[in-house]
Structure formats: C-alpha cells, structure tokens
C-alpha cells in the first residue's frame, strides 16, 4: 500500500504517523520513503542541519528585532524548522510554492535571503523577493487563500502543457502551504475540490503545529487532519513534521506524482509552534509549559544532529561552525535592518497591483491631501 492513503481506517486513531527518524536519533526503515531519499548524501543532510540552525538563529533575531522597535510584528517558526527545510529542499527549482506568513525555513530553502523577510514585518515594503525569480508566492496572510490560488495555477500548468510530459526539467507542480487552522477555511474546500476534479498538479501541505492561535487543533477537526481530503479522492499520508528526512521524503513523492500527471496530494506534517503565535501573542494564556517542554524533546534540530552524529556525519567541529555561522547571520540582520532606509509613505501606493486601479488611486489622492493639511499647520506654526 501507497504511504499516500485513499481510505479512512474505522477508528481514526489508527492513523499511521510516518517518519523515517525518531525522536531519539534512531532511523525507521520505510521502503516508499526510504528510495525518495535515497539519493541525499551525507553533504546534504549536513546542509539541512545547517538550514535549520541558520534560520532559528534568524528567527530569534528577528523576534529580538521586534522587541527592540525594529520591526512591527513577528511570525516565529521555531519548532517548524524540520517541516519547512524538508518541504522547500524537496521542490524542484521550477515547482511553484504558495507560502503563508510563517514560512522562513520554506524562504530560506528557496534561496530568499532572511533580510528580504524583514522588511515586509518592518511595514516599509509589500514584498522585496521576486515570486517569479524565485517561483514562491508573496507571503500570503489570508487564512486558506493559498489553497485556491495554487490550485488556478496549477491548473494553468496544465493548460500550458507542463504537465506529465516525462520533461524533468520542465514539467511543473505546484506546493500550497497552510496551516491547522486554515484548514478548517472554506478556501481548502474549494481547493480540494478543484484540484481533485481537475487532478491538478498540486500538493496541500499543512503543518500542523497544534495551534491555531489559542484554539487547539482538536477543535478544527475530530479525526487527523490527513484524512479529510480523502473523501475528494485526494490520497493523503499523516508524517513526522519534525522529521526532516520524512517530510523531504514525503513532500519529494507528492510533486513528483502530481507533475507526472498524477493529481494532488494532501501531506499532514505534524509538528509544534514553540514559539507564541506573534510577537503580540502570549501563550502562557492557553497552553500548559509542561506541552512545550515535551514538544522540546521532538526538536527537529536535535534529531538530526543525534541522528548523524551516530551516523558520523558530523562531529562537534561541524555543529560549533553552525551555531558560528548562524550568530553571523543573527548580527548581519541587526545591522541591515537600522540600515533600512523609511520610505516616503506615499510609497505604499505604489505595487498594490499590477495596473492602476481606481480605489488606490482615490486613497492615494486622499492621503494626500491629509498629509498637505499637515505641512500647512506646519508653516502656519513656523510664520506665528
Ligand atoms: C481569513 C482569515 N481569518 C482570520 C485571520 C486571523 N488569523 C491570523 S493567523 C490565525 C491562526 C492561523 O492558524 P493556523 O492556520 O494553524 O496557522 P499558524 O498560525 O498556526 O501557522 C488567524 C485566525 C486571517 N489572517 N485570515
Ligand atoms: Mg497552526
């Protein structure tokens, strides 16, 4: 049987949780998943380990920078680093990737580098990668709104004839992000259905990091997650969010099959926000400490370390320069963001879309003419 289900066991409970290494370093053997992964190296997997330390050290930096004025708000990833390096690595250069707004290790994977995050959270830019360069979606924060959007461009794919043509290099799927709670948006629907009616090349990956804000996941859905895109005909597997290995495994058969032609598929990556929600959030509110210290031992980052140090893929050498490299990265952050010039504010017209568009062009007007009134009062006071 395919690790992508189709059916629903009687008790939901007996939902299988894939994973390749457990939370203790030790490595599970799965055929399907063990021939998508066989071709990483040692160099590789030392690469995600190093992914993932340089972006927990951006993400702290980040939350630092928050807290120090630099930037308005803050989405940590900590705790999904596993998730989002195995799931970006496993993209191909041409695959499309429809991000949300907490999706750093996705972003760093893709080749954006982190301070091109940062000035959006700033508030002083609406985007600075170019999604087209680097085939990844702005951040999107509308809830669920990833769902149908990769869903219209997968289904372009298919009208441009850059699916299942046995082209490697050409044939093209699409990787839609969102998280638990999103889910439950009526937007995933729509996706699932489309997707399915039309077998679009594209794949839904959730990381469930067990929150959704304050509300829990077992609020959003009575059986796991994974199993709700089944009744679309979408073949779904529930894996180890923690487990890079697992997730790159999983994510790596899922495009594959869906730009072979194949339809989508549905990816349930189970895993923890150890962070708060946002810098504004405080989760000591709702949730018990002693969840985040057993989620602390399911670290991603220490899986794999334990797990190739046992492999002897790497010795402390190799782990010291990570962390070397990733305080590096913390302070050429620091540096760049007091180096971020304010724009002038009418800027924020500019790019809202492609073509002029009447509302932003009547706000605009109406921006100015309130900062006029101002400069007035200004001279009035400097003449009295
Ligand atoms: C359509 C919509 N409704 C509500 C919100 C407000 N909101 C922002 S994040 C969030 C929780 C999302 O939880 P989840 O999908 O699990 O993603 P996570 O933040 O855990 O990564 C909510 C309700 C929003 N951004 N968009
Ligand atoms: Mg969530």
Redesign the pocket.
């Known amino acids: 049987m395919s690790v992508f289900r189709t059916t629903i066991p009687q008790n939901a409970e007996d939902e299988p949780l894939v994973r390749l290494i457990a939370p203790d370093g030790t490595r599970t053997p799965h055929e399907e998943l063990d021939a998508a992964v066989a071709h990483l190296t040692g160099e590789d997997l030392r690469r995600y380990y190093r992914d993932m330390v340089m972006i927990r050290a951006a993400d702290l930096e980040a939350t630092s920078l928050q807290r120090q004025g630099q930037l308005g708000l803050w989405?940590s990833a900590l705790g999904q680093e596993g998730a989002q390096i195995g799931a970006g690595h496993a993209a191909r250069t041409q695959d499309y990737l429809v991000p949300?707004y907490?999706e750093h290790g996705i972003a760093w994977a893709r080749g954006i580098e982190p301070w091109r995050l940062l000035d959006v959270w700033r508030g002083i830019a609406h985007g600075s990668y170019d999604p087209y360069e680097l085939r990844t979606h702005p951040y999107m924060?509308?809830?669920?709104a990833q769902a149908p959007q990769a869903v219209g461009y997968a289904m372009g794919l298919q009208r441009d004839g850059l699916v299942g043509t046995g082209d490697d290099e050409s044939d093209t799927a699409v990787l839609a992000l969102?998280?638990?709670?999103?889910?439950s948006?009526g937007e995933v629907s729509e996706g699932f259905t489309f997707a399915a009616s039309f077998q679009a090349p594209c794949v839904f990956f959730t990381?469930n990091?067990q929150?959704?804000?304050s509300v829990p996941t077992s609020v959003q859905s009575r059986v796991p997650l994974a199993q709700r895109s089944r009744g679309w005909g979408i073949p779904s597997v529930r894996i180890d969010g923690n487990d890079v290995l697992a997730v790159y495994g999983a994510v790596r058969l899922a495009l594959d099959a869906a730009r072979r032609g194949e339809g989508p598929r549905y990816i349930e990556a189970l895993t923890y926000?150890m962070a708060a929600?946002t810098t504004s959030d405080d989760p000591t509110r709702y949730r018990h400490s002693t969840e985040e210290e057993e989620w602390a031992a399911k670290d991603p980052i220490d899986r794999l370390r334990t797990y190739l140090e046992a492999q002897d893929e790497i010795d402390e050498a190799f782990v010291t320069r990570c962390d070397e490299e990733g305080h590096d990265l913390a302070m050429a952050l620091h540096h760049q963001i007091h180096a971020m010039a304010d724009p002038d504010p009418i800027e924020m017209f500019r790019n809202v879309y492609a073509d002029p568009h009447p509302l932003v062009e009547a706000e605009r007007e109406e921006f100015v003419q309130f900062r006029a009134q101002f400069e007035d009062e200004t001279t009035t006071g400097e003449e009295r």
């Open positions: 989405a949300t907490r924060l509308v809830l669920g969102f998280g638990d709670g999103s889910s948006e990381q990091n929150w959704a804000i926000r929600h």
